[in-house]
């Protein structure tokens, strides 16, 4: 379902950045020569034996890689294409800066030397710095006595607070992300993936598609988290707003299940199910009590988690003023509420607003999850 927007005046869409992101890299098969096997430093006998050689010489980044291969060669073409999905498959971040790869191979029925050339993103040394960078990052953000609810969403919003898209869709790693501050939904992902793994947090990166509001579809990646043996969706891509709300962090794709994040999100590879709403996994904690409960309490806050409240749904011109005159007068430029009522008796009721004498008042409206009522934002100076 497409996200929608109304507006009391002219004001940038808050959410719908569109995303392109790079698919499984291109091969390229070089065919099958007759002739002498030449020498090889390594012999190997089967498609383990290939896999566990090639990911240890992709992990080096090495471009040009040799083996002689001795037994039965008549499937050696799908045997060695195995083997380089499977060594590229061990490690989910090689995966990714894997920008393309070729082999082809020659010898006679019994052993052929085989040559595969890589090509990378990103370099060794890059992934090197990567991994200083993600451990000074985390040094930096995760305090001791957090719990792992309270990492992830730290790292989410260092991700978002820190990375600006990449329009020109040419930065596509996560060394490029930390670089210049800018990358597509790849770098993104990546670098959520390694945060998230340097803080003991298991994450899994998801390859699908994603639809804008102007119903486009595009490749699209993002993360899959799990916390306490529950998976959730992830998107610091999509929850890096532009122009951004406030502090510049949205949550709109912050820990959703597989049903939230279908409403523009799809996937066909087989991945963990997130079925359980986050909403619910911490409201649970917080009515288990104990030293973390307070800290749980501020992450609903933070996550606006009181709009699934049936106590807190807005129906009213006078319960929408009341809002935002406490707003007001708390010093805030902004309101978010869910409002019960169609989009005209919207419009009606925050007309109201005028009233406070308000400047440059300006608001969108979404669906709220499958509710039926109105997520609104709304702001003024």
Same mark, same amino acid.
């Given at each position: 379902?497409?996200?929608?927007?109304?507006?009391?005046?002219?004001?940038?869409?808050?959410?719908?950045?569109?995303?392109?992101?790079?698919?499984?890299?291109?091969?390229?098969?070089?065919?099958?020569?007759?002739?002498?096997?030449?020498?090889?430093?390594?012999?190997?006998?089967?498609?383990?034996?290939?896999?566990?050689?090639?990911?240890?010489?992709?992990?080096?980044?090495?471009?040009?890689?040799?083996?002689?291969?001795?037994?039965?060669?008549?499937?050696?073409?799908?045997?060695?294409?195995?083997?380089?999905?499977?060594?590229?498959?061990?490690?989910?971040? @090689?995966?990714?800066?894997?920008?393309?790869?070729?082999?082809?191979?020659? !010898?006679? /029925? =019994? *052993?052929?030397?085989?040559? %595969? $050339?890589?090509?990378?993103?990103?370099?060794?040394?890059?992934?090197?710095?990567?991994?200083?960078?993600?451990?000074?990052?985390?040094?930096?953000?995760?305090?001791?006595?957090?719990?792992?609810?309270?990492?992830?969403?730290?790292?989410?919003?260092?991700?978002?607070?820190?990375?600006?898209?990449?329009?020109?869709?040419?930065?596509?790693?996560?060394?490029?992300?930390?670089?210049?501050?800018?990358?597509?939904?790849?770098?993104?992902?990546?670098?959520?993936?390694? @945060?998230?793994?340097?803080?003991?947090?298991?994450?899994?990166?998801?390859? !699908?598609? /994603? =639809? *804008?509001?102007?119903?486009? %579809? $595009?490749?699209?990646?993002?993360?899959?988290?799990?916390?306490?043996?529950?998976?959730?969706?992830?998107?610091?891509?999509?929850?890096?707003?532009?122009?951004?709300?406030?502090?510049?962090?949205?949550?709109?794709?912050?820990?959703?299940?597989?049903?939230?994040?279908?409403?523009?999100?799809?996937?066909?590879?087989?991945?963990?199910?997130?079925?359980?709403?986050?909403?619910?996994?911490?409201?649970?904690?917080?009515?288990?009590?104990?030293?973390?409960?307070?800290?749980?309490?501020?992450?609903?806050?933070?996550?606006?988690?009181?709009?699934?409240?049936?106590?807190?749904?807005?129906?009213?011109?006078? $319960?929408?003023?009341?809002?935002?005159?406490?707003?007001?007068?708390?010093?805030?430029?902004?309101?978010?509420?869910?409002?019960?009522?169609?989009?005209?008796?919207?419009?009606?009721?925050?007309?109201?607003?005028?009233?406070?004498?308000?400047?440059?008042?300006?608001?969108?409206?979404?669906?709220?999850?499958?509710?039926?009522?109105?997520?609104?934002?709304?702001?003024?100076?």
């Amino acid at each position: 379902m497409a996200k929608r927007k109304r507006h009391l005046s002219l004001i940038k869409s808050v959410l719908g950045i569109m995303v392109v992101c790079a698919a499984i890299p291109p091969v390229t098969y070089w065919g099958y020569e007759v002739a002498s096997a030449a020498g090889s430093a390594a012999v190997l006998h089967s498609t383990s034996d290939m896999t566990q050689r090639l990911a240890g010489a992709m992990s080096n980044r090495r471009e040009t890689i040799t083996f002689t291969y001795q037994g039965k060669t008549s499937k050696l073409k799908s045997d060695v294409q195995t083997a380089i999905n499977q060594a590229m498959a061990s490690d989910p971040y @090689l995966y990714y800066i894997i920008d393309s790869y070729a082999f082809s191979y020659q !010898g006679s /029925a =019994r *052993s052929v030397q085989v040559t %595969v $050339q890589m090509a990378y993103r990103e370099t060794l040394q890059q992934t090197a710095y990567v991994n200083k960078q993600v451990k000074a990052i985390l040094q930096q953000i995760i305090t001791p006595g957090m719990t792992s609810h309270q990492k992830v969403k730290a790292i989410h919003d260092w991700v978002v607070l820190n990375l600006q898209y990449d329009h020109t869709h040419r930065k596509y790693t996560a060394y490029e992300a930390l670089q210049t501050g800018s990358a597509v939904c790849q770098g993104y992902t990546l670098l959520t993936y390694k @945060l998230l793994w340097g803080a003991g947090i298991p994450n899994r990166i998801v390859e !699908g598609t /994603a =639809r *804008s509001e102007d119903g486009v %579809v $595009q490749s699209h990646a993002w993360n899959l988290v799990q916390l306490n043996g529950t998976w959730y969706h992830l998107d610091t891509t999509w929850d890096d707003p532009d122009p951004s709300p406030e502090n510049g962090i949205s949550t709109v794709y912050y820990m959703r299940t597989d049903k939230q994040m279908r409403a523009d999100h799809s996937w066909t590879k087989s991945y963990p199910a997130a079925s359980i709403r986050y909403a619910d996994t911490l409201s649970k904690l917080v009515k288990q009590g104990g030293q973390a409960a307070e800290g749980y309490r501020k992450l609903q806050e933070e996550l606006n988690y009181g709009l699934y409240e049936e106590g807190q749904v807005i129906s009213s011109a006078g $319960q929408v003023k009341q809002l935002a005159e406490a707003a007001a007068g708390a010093g805030k430029q902004s309101l978010l509420f869910r409002y019960r009522g169609s989009d005209k008796l919207l419009r009606q009721d925050l007309q109201v607003l005028y009233e406070l004498g308000l400047n440059n008042l300006a608001f969108n409206s979404s669906p709220f999850e499958d509710t039926g009522d109105l997520k609104v934002y709304v702001t003024w100076k």
